[in-house]
């Protein structure tokens, strides 16, 4: 079957780094995708890696090993507004997405 | 660009009663999706439509769940009857389309608000 692993919490300080990982155990899948979503919002699209290596959008990155069965997201300059659950999610062929359980981040000033 | 719109947001059912949802995707986006989100879970996928056409539906429990996209733009969610366990925020996506092997990404989903139900 599909699994995806996170940490449930992660804390960090404004103005920090952090990273949240996400292992997989699958196969066949196209890419990795990161979203997030504040408490009682929509999951928003924030990253996505189709090859390995690392992806920059602003200030959050990814990263996907395809050998190690790991990704990250790196969120950097945090803000109070980034307090949120991201979700790392295996993209397959027609699109599907398969969802990890979500890692809730809390940014303390 | 209007983003996905769904409906209602709020519903509060008695276990045995049926409800329905509705999802207007993004305009022009063939491919809709109906998600399970569970409190403190990822959502899950229960039904993908491609235009009018059901793609994926292998983890929608079809003795009780429906759902239909007729005109290939609007799409509802049925629940008859409701269990407790089917309280959840469920939410709505769209894309371009299902996204092909090299080419360019037309796959990225979008999401509405979602609605939250309640089955008392």
């Known amino acids: 079957g599909q699994s995806l692993e996170q940490p449930s919490e992660v804390t960090a300080v404004e103005g920090a780094i952090v990273q949240i990982n996400c292992t997989y155990q699958t196969s066949g899948f196209y890419g990795l995708s990161w979203y997030q979503q504040h408490d009682g919002g929509a999951p928003t699209f924030l990253s996505y890696?189709?090859?390995?290596g690392l992806e920059e959008t602003g200030r959050f990155s990814s990263f996907l090993s395809r050998s190690d069965s790991y990704g990250y997201l790196l969120l950097q300059e945090l803000q109070m507004k980034d307090s949120a659950s991201y979700f790392c999610a295996v993209s397959y062929e027609g699109g599907k997405l398969i969802f990890g359980q979500g890692t809730e981040l809390s940014v303390k000033p | 660009e209007a983003g996905v719109a769904q409906s209602p947001r709020y519903k509060i059912i008695e276990k045995r009663q049926s409800v329905a949802f509705w999802c207007n995707p993004i305009s022009g986006h063939a491919t809709l999706y109906w998600y399970q989100q569970i409190l403190g879970q990822g959502p899950k996928l229960l039904i993908q439509?491609?235009?009018?056409?059901?793609?994926?539906d292998s983890q929608l429990p079809k003795d009780r769940f429906s759902a239909e996209r007729l005109k290939g733009v609007d799409s509802t969610l049925k629940i008859q009857p409701a269990k407790l366990e089917d309280s959840a925020v469920y939410l709505c996506?769209?894309?371009?389309?299902?996204?092909?092997?090299?080419?360019?990404?037309?796959?990225?989903?979008?999401f509405g608000p979602g609605t939250r139900l309640t089955v008392l």
């Open positions: 890696n189709g090859l390995d």
């Open positions: 439509f491609q235009n009018n056409g059901v793609v994926d």
């Open positions: 996506a769209s894309s371009l389309g299902p996204g092909l092997a090299g080419g360019p990404r037309t796959d990225t989903q979008y």
